[in-house]
Nanobody, 114 residues
Framework: QVQLVDAGGGLVQAGGSLRLSCAAS????????MGWYRQAPGKQRELVAT?????STNYADSVKGRFTISRAENTVYLQMNSLKPEDTAVYYC??????????WGQGTQVTVSS
């Protein structure tokens, strides 16, 4: 019933920028938190950034100062600047509502070349 459609991935050179977006649709309870995870081949999934309904943000140490998460209505964005090859991964959008239901996007590939 609930869908998260994430998009914006692609190929970019080191030092470049990308903006990911994730639009939530369907019936869900009030949003508690939205965020982005990423997973590279052979690596564990890791949390990249989150934003609460009140606007509080949290970032992984590896992306602080380079990535910015924001939200408008039911869409969450991830602005990624100064990209590095180690940022290469599939990025997944995440939503948790106030009843602790969790939803995931299908993933969008980000590849950073050197």
């Amino acid at each position: 019933q609930v869908q998260l459609v994430d998009a914006g991935g692609g190929l970019v050179q080191a030092g470049g920028s990308l903006r990911l977006s994730c639009a939530a649709s369907g019936r869900f309870y009030s949003i508690n938190v939205m965020g982005w995870y990423r997973q590279a081949p052979g690596k564990q999934r890791e949390l990249v950034a989150t934003i609460t309904s009140a606007g509080s943000t949290n970032y992984a140490d590896s992306v602080k100062g380079r990535f910015t998460i924001s939200r408008a209505e039911n869409t969450v964005y991830l602005q990624m600047n100064s990209l590095k090859p180690e940022d290469t991964a599939v990025y997944y959008c995440y939503l948790r509502d106030v009843l602790a239901n969790a939803y995931w996007g299908q993933g969008t590939q980000v590849t950073v070349s050197s």
